[in-house]
Structures are given as C-alpha cells and as structure tokens.
C-alpha cells in the first residue's frame, strides 16, 4: 500500500488540440500522493457546449438517479436521465416480488434534502413493503416535476468518449444516439440479475420468473406446485410470503444464510409524528454510524463481556427491530474470528430451536461463513417455515440439480414436478451494470477490460482514461444504508460538476496515479475484515459470471463518516488537496 500525508490534484492546462501539460500548485510535493486531474480548456476543435444535446445524461431513474437530476437542474444544466424501466424507482421499480421490503427503517430511507418531503410523508411501517416505497419515490418525482426530463423505456447500450468534443457519445437500445459534456451512472449496486446456468430452463412449460423481473400483476401461487432456487435475502422474504399460500414448496438451497428477525410492526400517527419531530436527531445519528443506520457498534470487545453478558447481549439484540444484531454488534465481531464464532453460535441455537426437525435445522445453519460476514436477511417467520408439512428442502451440494424439465426440475435424485418455478439467483453485483453497457474511454479503451481483475477507481467516482464519468455508489465508494449514503454521493459528485462548469472547465479527469493510490488504499484498508474474504455479493462473487467467483474488496470499508471525510477534504481545498491517513 502506498501511503499519503497532503496529496494534490494535478491541473490540467489544455491547447485547443487537446496536447496537455502538468501545472501543479506551488510547492506541491507529489510523493506518495493521490491525485486527480482537471482539464483547463474551451472544447476541442472550436466546439461550444451548447452544440452538445445536454449537459449532462444521468443514466438510471432510481433513488440515486432522481436525487442527481434534481441537484443537477439546480446548478442550471441541461439535463436527460435514461431509465430501461416504464417508471421511477430503480430497485423498488423492479422487485415486486412478494415480500419485498426494507431491511433498514423506512424513516431512515427517505430522502432528507427537502424538509417539506420529510414533514409530508407518512410511513405505514417500520420496514415499508416494496408498493408502498414505489409510491414515495413516484410522489418525490412528482413534487420535483422531475419526468419532464426522464426518458423511461430506454436502455443505454453504450457509452464512448470523443476526444476532439471532450463530450460522450451515448448510443441507446431504440438505435439513438445522444451527446452531452458529463455522464453520470446512477445505475445501482444490485441493478444486474443473473440466471443460472442449468439446462433447459428454457423448455419448462410453467411459468418462470426471476424475483427481479417480477409481472406487474402478480402471480398466483395458491394450491400451486413451486419451486424457488436460491437462499438469498431475496429468497428469504419471498419464501416467507409464498409459503402462506402455496400447495406444495420445495426450496433448493446452495448455501445457507444467517437470518435474524425483522420485527416488524406498524407506524400509528401519533408515532409518525414523534419520528417526524426527531428527524433532525435521526439524520445527525445516522452520519455518525459506519452504515449510516441507527445501528452504532457496541465499542466493547466479545470478551470483555461474561458469557452471561454476551447472551443477554445478544438476546436483546435479536428482538429489536432492524440490523442491530450486525450494525450494533460488539466491536470486533467483524473483524475477530474466536469472537465472531461465539455470535454464530448463538444464532444457530436460535434456528435450532426454531425448527422442529434438527435434520434440515442443520442445514439452515451456515458452515463457510460466520454471521455478517455476508448482509444479514432479515426475516419474518423465515424458520417456522420450513415446520410446514407442504414445504421441502432439498440440498443442492447433496443432489445437485441436473436439468430443468418440461415439467419440473430434474436432480441427481429425481424429477420434481412443479407449475411455477421462481428463480432467486441474485445479482452480478456492484460492477456488474457497468459491465452490460460498452463504456469506452479515451483511445477506446473499454471498462470491462480496465476492471477485468477488479474495479480501479478515485473516490468511487472517477476512473483513469474515462473523462467526464463520474459514477455515483460506484465501486470502492462508502456504500450502506442507501438513501443515506446515495444522497452525499450525489452531492459531492455535483460539486465537482459545479466547480468545473462555473470555470469553464470541459475535462475532469482523475489519473492513474489518483486511481492506484486509491484502490490501493481502499484493498489495504478492507484486509482484515471477515466479510471481504467471503464470497457474497457484497465482494463481487457470482458463479454464474466468468470471471467473477474469487472474492474481491469492492467496497470501502472504514465506515462514511471516514469516506466522507475524505472526500470532503479535497472539495474543501478546490480538489486540490486531500488529506489521507
């Protein structure tokens, strides 16, 4: 790892032609620095920006994409946001499947940049479900009229930078083209489902969908035949759901999860009122805890603590509300192996005692990873679940599944015969969106290529070779309690836009000493945490993408008030300087 005490931006001077050479700031000293480059220049080739369809194009229409159009209209700019889906929302556009909802509290989740919206907005629960949450980033687009400028139904399907226009090249899926100065993704970090790979999934005569692609109308599941593959927080809430309805359930699980519970309940008014009224203490709560959840870690060590302490702990714990059995955790729960077996343990006993048959307890019980090392589920009667005499679970490490069938799923063992098939298979998480658009960069150099052993970014925002990109949660970015992370990432990204355009500026570039020093830091940083050694979403693991079943550190892992921290330096010194430890 390098390391770094005062790092300085390098400024770019450009002629016209786009020959460069280095101005740096008097006295700047570049050793063991993170830089990152700004172009000084009119366009190339006597372009003006106003020859350029827009501004700026912000590729998603979810809680990022929204809050980015909105503060890029406040800075005056030309703005066109492309979103594949018919409406707003992003994740809670597209996951409709039953069950879904918030793992983090809704009055959490909501947007905090307009004081109005907050006073405004009533939740119904704790953890709202995915068409109550719909309805709020649909009210949000309508408070801010932001569809005027939203063009849904349009997948982007490339992306190239032009030299000579210091602009980007946008080709859509409808065969259009557009230009314009920056491109922003907004495109999510669990935005790319993947199937998997079985044969004959095609030939299955029922009905089949992935959880992401969910129908608008709804499937009816009573007195049906259904199988569900995969065990993921996706799965979970799904089996709990469906369970309530079917004929006969038979879940294939890979993998297990370690699940705690929601606890769940309903927000009366003069509840809402009293959460209203402590928005200001929530939000402040909020920026001061590594998640950005109210969930802040108990500064105690496991040991420090008596076994009889340990277990009220963790009893107490595991009936409150939310993630604080992971976010509130001790200290070293995370980062402790001997530590981090006795919280697993204690989890185990609870789906021991859960479920009735210790067979197929054993085979909920996690034995690859210790608890929260990947996201926690959060669950409703998950467990009790599988007390049900009309739900199976079928171990696919002991008869794998060999095919799916006109009629069914056929393993090693035998053809299972269903009428609807859900597949709950995940995510080509974080970098996986960025990977099924054709990005290229200066000299056409592509993305995929750049990331092809892992993604190499400044901040999380910039990438060395692709001026005017600037992704907002991209990879190595604070990510965690989204709307709340999302929302600084969106202002930041919107300062640096601001600083460029208020200068005349037509190039932001990071280079690549500013990209390795960063991955550098952000890779040194995650060592040690047990959750980068597991393979999940979380580290880019997907075994149905070549290329992407070796753990990586995709995120940074020192909490945001550190990462904004960070980043809030450099915009403090004009992104010319950063303080880095």
């Known amino acids: 790892m390098r390391t770094a005490g005062t790092a300085y931006a390098r400024w770019i001077q450009a002629e016209p032609r786009g020959n460069i050479f280095a101005k740096l700031p008097p006295g700047a000293d570049q050793r063991g620095s993170i ?45 066109r946001v492309f979103e594949a889906a018919s409406g707003v929302g992003g994740t809670w556009y597209w996951n409709r499947y039953p069950g879904a909802r918030f793992d ?21 629960e704790h953890f709202a479900p995915q068409p109550e949450t719909e309805r709020y980033l649909n009210h949000v687009a ?24 210091r602009s980007w090249d946008i080709a859509l899926g409808d065969g259009g083209h557009v230009s314009a ?29 992935h959880t992401h692609d969910w129908p608008k109308e709804g499937v009816d599941f009573a007195g049906k035949r259904v199988a569900i593959i995969g065990t993921g927080a996706t799965a979970v809430q799904t089996i709990q759901e469906i369970a309530k309805s079917v004929g006969h359930l038979t879940v294939f699980q890979r993998t297990p999860n370690w699940c705690a519970p929601l606890n769940n309940g309903k927000i009366s008014k003069d509840e809402m009122d009293g959460i209203r009224a402590r928005y200001p203490d929530i939000l402040a709560l909020c920026r001061e805890t590594p998640g950005c959840y109210i969930h802040s870690t108990d500064p105690r060590a496991t040991m420090d603590a ?24 001790f200290s070293d729960m995370l980062t402790d192996r001997a530590a981090n077996a006795l919280a697993s343990e204690f989890i185990a006993n609870k789906i021991r005692q859960r479920v009735h048959d210790p067979v197929v307890a054993e085979k909920l019980i996690p034995r690859n990873h210790g608890f929260g090392t990947r996201r926690v589920p959060l669950e409703t009667r998950y467990y009790e679940v599988f007390n049900q005499p009309n739900v199976e679970l079928v171990d696919v490490n002991e008869t794998p599944i060999e095919s799916v069938t006109r009629g069914g799923i056929q393993t090693s063992a035998r053809e299972y015969p269903f009428d609807i098939i859900v ?94 020093e960063w991955t550098d830091y952000v890779l040194a940083l995650g060592q040690g945490q047990l959750m980068n050694e597991i393979g999940s979403w979380m580290t880019g693991v997907n075994r149905n ?22 980043c809030d330096a450099i915009a403090a010194a004009g992104y010319r300087q950063l303080a880095l430890a």
């Open 35 to 79: 830089e990152m480059s700004i172009a000084i220049a009119a366009p190339g080739n006597g372009e003006v920006s106003g020859l350029l369809d827009f501004d700026a194009v912000v590729i998603g229409a979810g809680v990022a994409g929204l809050y980015q159009l909105h503060k890029l209209r406040e800075l005056g700019l030309r703005v």
């Open 104 to 124: 983090s509290e809704s009055w959490t989740y909501g947007y905090s940049f307009s004081k109005e919206l907050l006073e405004e907005w009533n939740w119904s």
């Open 142 to 165: 309508d408070k801010f009229d932001l569809r005027r400028d939203i063009q849904f139904d349009t997948r982007v399907v490339a992306a190239h930078y032009r030299e000579d226009t």
């Open 181 to 209: 100065r920056f491109l922003i993704t907004a495109i999510g970090i669990l935005s790319a489902p993947t199937m998997p790979n079985i044969p004959g999934i095609g030939t299955f005569e029922g009905r089949s969908h």
């Open 306 to 329: 008596t076994p009889e302490e340990r277990i009220a702990f963790w009893e107490k714990l595991y009936a409150s509300p939310g993630f604080g059995i992971w976010q509130g955790n």
């Open 423 to 516: 597949y709950a298979t995940g995510f080509d998480a974080i970098s996986g969106a960025f990977d099924r658009i054709d990005i290229r960069g200066t000299g056409g150099t592509r993305l995929k290529d750049v990331w092809a052993n892992g993604p190499q970014t400044y901040l999380g925002v910039f990438v060395a070779g692709f001026p005017n990109l600037l992704m907002t949660m991209g990879p190595h970015a604070g990510l965690g309690n989204y709307t709340r992370t999302a929302e600084y990432s969106v202002e930041w990204v919107s300062g640096v836009i601001h600083h460029a355009t208020e200068r005349g500026l037509t190039r932001i570039e990071a280079t690549p000493a500013g990209v390795g």
């Open 545 to 566: 993408v070549e290329g992407k079943q070796v753990p990586r550190i995709m995120r940074y892992s020192g909490g945001h008030p550190a990462y904004r921290a960070h």
